[in-house]
């Protein structure tokens, strides 16, 4: 089958941290439909794992969801930066301890439907003492739990942030199948 092909583009909206276009695609069956598409630049979610077994997350004020919410560590990709370097920045930034080791636990797509908003996951060891440095739209709590205690709250539907939730799972699996270490 054919892949879809974008035969023109709109932009209906231009914002601080997205675009909207309105994209008419020919898709793989050979219709013409109107798409929207929000554009954003990606992330970087991180999972800082401490030598104990706890994790740091973050109780962050989130406009769109109406208050706080549990959450990792996380934000936006600036120009030109790596999603490495977006996780190393986010951890201290947010969570105020330096990573000194990072393992990548792959990427989800946040909302495939309507954005290519892609969000690199990783956990975060060797951790040391950092300066946390919030912007000034943020405010949030941190929080310092025992992993197996954030995916109880997973498994209760009590986390449900999904990078988040995926960043926290691939952690675990990830230490259970013996390829990452405290």
């Given at each position: ?96 301890v330096q990573a000194g080791r ?81």
């Open positions: 089958m054919p892949e879809a092909r974008r035969i023109s583009r709109r932009v209906a909206y231009d914002g601080l941290i997205l675009r909207v276009n309105v994209d008419r695609v020919a898709l793989p069956n050979g219709r013409e439909v109107d798409l929207e598409l929000i554009e954003h630049p990606g992330a970087a979610a991180v999972v800082p794992l401490h030598a104990d077994g706890t994790v740091t997350l973050i109780r962050q004020y989130r406009y769109a969801t109406g208050g706080f919410i549990l959450e990792v560590p996380a934000g936006k990709l600036d120009p030109g930066e790596s999603p490495e370097a977006c996780a190393q920045r986010e951890v201290e930034e947010e969570a105020g990072l393992h990548p636990l792959g990427f989800i797509w946040t909302t495939p439907g309507f954005t290519d908003e892609r969000i690199w996951l990783f956990a975060a060891t060797q951790l040391q003492p950092g300066r946390q440095d919030l912007q000034h739209d943020e405010v949030l709590d941190v929080l310092r739990m025992p992993l197996r205690e954030a995916l109880a709250l997973v498994e209760r539907g009590e986390l449900p942030d999904g990078k988040s939730l995926a960043a926290l799972v691939r952690t675990e699996q990830e230490l259970r199948a013996g390829r990452l270490r405290t």
